[in-house]
Structure formats: C-alpha cells, structure tokens
C-alpha cells in the first residue's frame, strides 16, 4: 500500500521560509508525478506546484511562481516544496499527492494517492 507522510509544517512570519518534505513508502517513485496542494481556511483545495517523474516538466501556480521551489530525490522517495518570501495568504494544510503516469495535471482528481496534509502558518 502506496502511502504519504508530508513534514516540515509549522508557524512562520512573513517573508520567512519552510521546507516541506514528503516521504513515500509502500513502492518507489518511479512512473509517478508528484504535485503539492494546498487548502487555506474556507477554501477549496488548490495545486500548487508539479514535478514529472524525469523532474524536466515543473509546473507552478502562478500565486507561487517564483518564491516556491519543487524538487524530488527519487533515491530516497522523497518530494519537497521549499517556500520563501512566505504571505499570510499561504497558510493552508498542504498536501503531497502522487499520480501515475507521465502527464502533467493540476487537477486534484487526477491524482492516486494523498498524504494525511501538514499545516503552514504564515503569520503578518
């Protein structure tokens, strides 16, 4: 059984820095795009940021383009989101989520597998 464990959460001020991780057990990485998802208080879950299997196809949304940065370590089946220059309107739980196959998407139901979400708090 594929499953997700997200880190690295927690309060911050603005303008400050976290990195989330996610480890991924139950089989490796490979053929899976990895993507991170947020959802802020009275909000709908939204996509952040997505990285292929090959890491060559990055996609953002464009409320992070330029602060955050995707990355994976398929030899330690871990994904991560370095987040800098953080706003209050960042605070949200986020979420890994793992997709099978080598297409892009940003559409939460396209994805296989979800972490149980870690929570960033981003304080003015």
């Known amino acids: 059984q594929v499953q997700l464990l997200e880190s690295g959460g927690g309060l911050v001020q603005a303008g400050g820095s976290l990195r989330l991780s996610c480890v991924v057990s139950g089989r490796t990485l490979s053929g899976y795009g990895m993507a991170w998802f947020r959802q802020g208080p009275g909000k709908e879950r939204e996509f952040v940021a997505y990285?292929?299997?090959?890491?060559?196809?990055?996609r953002y949304a464009d409320s992070v383009k330029g602060r955050f940065t995707i990355s994976r370590d398929n030899a330690k089946n871990t994904v991560y989101l370095q987040m800098n220059s953080l706003k209050p309107e960042d605070t949200a739980v986020y979420y890994c989520?793992?997709?099978w196959g080598y297409g892009y998407s940003n559409d939460a139901h396209s994805f296989d597998y979800w972490g149980q979400g870690t929570q960033v708090t981003v304080s003015s």
């Open positions: 989520a793992a997709k």
């Open positions: 990285m292929g299997w090959s890491s060559l196809n990055t």
